[in-house]
């Protein structure tokens, strides 16, 4: 919410005149640029994708087609998508040093995932020529490689994490398919694939969010794409953004048992802890995301055994929604996308990670609208500092 600001403390330097100045927290309710990507209501509980209800394209598209709705505001023809298929294939292979560099990192069993991410895709700028060509033809030809590079180095990652080699990437398979053939070795339940797909399309764009909100300010630089997306990454990493859905997990295996969740929480939330997977800037209702992912756990941990995760957290859901449900604190995508991806055998430390995996889509497509109305994006501080000090000689600090 923004607030007006006046002081009459004769120290403070206002940027216009007090009482006419006016500054947003968290940049709440501000519009930074105009977009044709996404749209976010968060009264109605409503994602579209440049029109498209987000259910739709859980439903009926692919993570390939919804990138590339994304990045060229338009559903690709039959021709379209198997060129840019084709494109995103030929990409998939990445040089051996980060190959070595992401084992190596992996024989240290305490790195974070998305620390080796973030330096795997820099690393990735050092060996690809072309990555500095300022053309927005090069632009865009960066953006589908880094969309398609993505998915090889998380599964690196995962692999490394397990000490064991890579899987060198397949150019039969789709996107998903292919990310879990590298991640297990092996091909698995066409369903699981699809699972994987849902997954990408439902992170792949959500607007001005922090990490997008990076990327363009990176992008209005005229800085490249890889630096925007490492900044993406940077920003993605924290808990209070992508990395909310480990967090998830990791309070579920806290928790422990069905039996002690209710009582776990109201003892979080008495201590004003706040329970990961809960809450939204914008939605004040729940998440479409989670409304489908929920959808799939149900039906993933009963595949996999698993239900008490799910029993858990639907504790957690009824209690969180009884005491912050009318403040519109309700579960957010992340909620569900943990245990979703456990049933399906991945490791939480691979869950943020995964969601950068779909975010790309939305990432680059931001960086290519910016750059095509680009002005750099400089804001101001509220300065609440003194106006005048002296310099005081440091022999004379008291
Ligand atoms: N659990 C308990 N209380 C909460 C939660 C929560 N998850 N989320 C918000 N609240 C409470 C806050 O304590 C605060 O209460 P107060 O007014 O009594 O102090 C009030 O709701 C407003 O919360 P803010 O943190 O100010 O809301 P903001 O819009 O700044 O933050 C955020 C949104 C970061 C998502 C927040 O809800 C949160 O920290 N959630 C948990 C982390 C999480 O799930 N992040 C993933 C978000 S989705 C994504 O990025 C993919």
């Excluded at 190959?99 to 998305?114: E, K, L, P």
Aim: charged residues 25%; proline residues 5%.
């Amino acid at each position: 919410m923004a607030t007006t600001v006046a002081s009459h403390d004769p120290q403070v330097k206002y940027i216009g005149k007090p009482g006419e100045v006016s500054f947003a927290r968290g940049l709440e309710g501000v519009i930074v640029a105009e977009s044709t990507k996404s749209y976010v209501d968060g009264n109605a509980g409503r994602l579209i994708y440049h029109g498209i209800p987000i259910e739709v394209l859980a439903e009926r598209s692919t993570f390939e087609e919804t990138a590339f709705l994304l990045l060229y505001d338009k559903l690709p023809t039959e021709d379209e998508l198997e060129i840019y298929q084709m494109r995103l294939r030929q990409y998939r292979e990445i040089p051996d040093e980060v190959y070595q560099f992401i084992s190596c990192a992996g024989r240290r069993y305490n790195f974070h995932a998305m620390a080796v991410l973030r330096t795997a895709i820099s690393m990735l700028a050092t060996f690809d020529d072309l990555a500095e060509e300022d053309t927005m033809v090069a632009y865009e030809r960066e953006a589908i490689k880094l969309i398609s590079r993505m998915a090889t180095v998380v599964a690196a990652i995962g692999r490394a994490r397990k000490g064991l080699p890579p899987v060198h990437p397949r150019p039969d398979l789709s996107h998903a398919a292919n990310f879990l053939y590298m991640l297990f070795g092996e091909e698995l339940d066409p369903l699981l694939a699809r699972v994987m797909d849902v997954i990408l399309i439902l992170h792949a764009d959500h607007e001005c969010n922090a990490s997008t909100f990076t990327v363009r300010a990176i992008t209005s630089t005229l800085s490249d794409l890889y630096s925007a997306v490492v900044g993406g990454i940077a920003a993605l990493k924290g808990p209070l953004h992508g990395g909310a859905n480990e967090e998830v997990m990791r309070m579920l295996y806290e928790i422990g048992d069905v039996e002690h969740a209710e009582a776990w929480v109201r003892r979080a939330l008495a201590r004003k802890r706040k329970i990961p997977g809960f809450g939204h800037r914008v939605y004040k209702t729940y998440d479409p995301r989670a409304h489908i992912l929920r959808r799939y756990a149900l039906q993933l941990t009963q595949r996999a055994g698993k239900e008490k995760w799910l029993k858990i957290a639907e504790v957690i859901e009824r209690v969180m929604i009884e005491h912050l449900g009318q403040r519109g604190i309700q579960p957010n995508v992340d909620f569900y996308s943990g245990i979703v991806m456990d049933s399906m055998g991945i490791e939480s430390s691979l869950f943020t990670p995964i969601f950068a995996m779909g975010r790309i889509a939305g990432w680059v497509a931001h960086a290519l609208e910016q750059r095509r109305d680009n002005r750099i994006y400089r804001p101001r501080f509220f300065y609440v500092g003194p106006e005048h000090l002296e310099y005081v000689p440091i022999e004379e600090r008291g």
